[in-house]
């Protein structure tokens, strides 16, 4: 599984990517065949005052991609909230797949 962070408009901290790469760490026990995953970190509104922390996550797996965007006041909040959503629809496909 390739892993890639990328930050817009701030540079992240050690403790913001370390906490990155263990939640993505994860990953791997919801779907097995995951082959890269892109994270964005951006920092939204920037010319106004306010600074809103957005997080987006893509996964790419063979035959799918998933891909969620949550917003919060902090970075670790909006990833938190991005990766349990993107862990339903991992297993949500997996089950509509089981179905079939």
């Not at 390739?2 to 992240?12: E, G, K, S, Y």
């Not at 890269?36 to 306010?50: A, E, P, Q, R, Y």
């Amino acid at each position: 599984m390739n892993l890639h962070i990328q930050t817009v408009h701030f540079d992240a901290d050690q403790k913001l990517i370390e906490f990155v790469r263990t939640k993505i760490a994860k990953l791997p026990q919801f779907h097995d065949r995951i082959i890269k995953v892109d994270v964005f970190l951006k920092l939204d509104n920037v010319v106004h005052t306010i600074k809103d922390k957005v997080a987006e996550i893509r996964v790419h797996v063979p035959k799918a991609d998933f891909f969620v965007k949550a917003t919060s006041k902090s970075f670790e909040a909006s990833f938190d909230e991005a990766f349990d959503s993107l862990v339903n629809q991992i297993k949500r496909k997996k089950e509509k797949l089981a179905a079939a």
